[in-house]
């Protein structure tokens, strides 16, 4: 969290993100500087870094340097886990890693004209590149531990969008909020989507024919519906009681 945060009028309020170690920070700073030992610290970042690095790459930066970018992004991100969170007292740490980016709306979205696997002008396969490089780096730099509790977040949301059925999933293509700004004549409703995200996304400005009980995977392009989370909370909670932690 924290990359591109711009603050804007229409964003008041709302993108109020910052940097993980600054999250941290704010956390020590009001509970006396550590933690008790007794709470269970859930860590999930890196996302933001993968948008920023993969649309960064020109002319004048090249794939390489957005690779090593994320590298450092998630061996920093471990030292903060480390030094600030464990090493300020925290005893039960869940790590989830980057989920796969490429199989959601926004993914599918992308120009996919090379099929060769390691052609990095293929800007999807550079995209799941950069995912996968990511969560490399943050399980070598942070493994399993008697404190730490690594979630594949990466696996478990490509299964999601590639065997729906076995997680009573209706659409993991669409996205359950309609995105579109009010438009007189093209979405004349009063309450449409003036972000184009999840964020501002209610039961009246839903996709047309969505009804807030249906099982979409994506309410917008990479967020997930509230049933997506539901899945993903699942999933820790199960790795959480195997490890002993429940």
């Given at each position: 969290?924290?990359?591109?945060?711009?603050?804007?009028?229409?964003?008041?309020?709302?993108?109020?993100?910052?940097?993980?170690?600054?999250?941290?920070?704010?956390?020590?700073?009001?509970?006396?500087?550590?933690?008790?030992?007794?709470?269970?610290?859930?860590?999930?970042?890196?996302?933001?870094?993968?948008?920023?690095?993969?649309?960064?790459?020109?002319?004048?930066?090249?794939?390489?340097?957005?690779?090593?970018?994320?590298?450092?992004?998630?061996?920093?991100?471990?030292?903060?886990?480390?030094?600030?969170?464990?090493?300020?007292?925290?005893?039960?740490?869940?790590?989830?890693?980057?989920?796969?980016?490429?199989?959601?709306?926004?993914?599918?979205?992308?120009?996919?004209?090379?099929?060769?696997?390691?052609?990095?002008?293929?800007?999807?396969?550079?995209?799941?590149?950069?995912?996968?490089?990511?969560?490399?780096?943050?399980?070598?730099?942070?493994?399993?531990?008697?404190?730490?509790?690594?979630?594949?977040?990466?696996?478990?949301?490509?299964?999601?969008?590639?065997?729906?059925?076995?997680?009573?999933?209706?659409?993991?293509?669409?996205?359950?909020?309609?995105?579109?700004?009010y438009n007189a004549s093209t979405n004349p409703n009063p309450y449409a989507n003036p972000l184009g995200s999840s964020l501002a996304c209610n039961s009246n400005n839903l996709t047309a024919g969505v009804i807030a009980t249906d099982h979409y995977l994506f309410a917008d392009t990479?967020?997930?519906?509230?049933?997506?989370?539901?899945?993903?909370?699942?999933?820790?909670?199960?790795?959480?009681?195997?490890?002993?932690?429940?």
């Amino acid at each position: 969290m924290g990359i591109g945060n711009a603050f804007s009028p229409v964003q008041a309020g709302i993108f109020l993100t910052v940097p993980v170690v600054a999250q941290i920070q704010n956390y020590l700073t009001a509970n006396g500087g550590s933690f008790s030992g007794n709470e269970i610290v859930m860590v999930m970042a890196g996302a933001n870094d993968i948008f920023t690095q993969a649309g960064s790459v020109g002319p004048s930066y090249p794939p390489a340097s957005a690779v090593a970018a994320v590298q450092t992004a998630a061996s920093e991100l471990a030292n903060d886990v480390k030094t600030q969170i464990i090493g300020k007292g925290a005893k039960y740490v869940v790590v989830a890693n980057i989920p796969d980016i490429a199989s959601t709306p926004y993914g599918n979205s992308i120009d996919n004209h090379s099929p060769i696997p390691n052609d990095m002008t293929n800007p999807v396969v550079f995209l799941n590149y950069l995912v996968t490089t990511f969560n490399a780096q943050l399980k070598a730099s942070l493994p399993d531990s008697v404190n730490v509790l690594n979630i594949d977040a990466y696996t478990a949301s490509h299964d999601e969008v590639t065997n729906p059925a076995k997680y009573n999933l209706t659409n993991v293509t669409g996205t359950a909020c309609d995105l579109r700004p009010y438009n007189a004549s093209t979405n004349p409703n009063p309450y449409a989507n003036p972000l184009g995200s999840s964020l501002a996304c209610n039961s009246n400005n839903l996709t047309a024919g969505v009804i807030a009980t249906d099982h979409y995977l994506f309410a917008d392009t990479v967020h997930p519906t509230p049933y997506g989370y539901l899945l993903f909370a699942t999933y820790v909670l199960q790795a959480m009681t195997n490890k002993g932690w429940y």
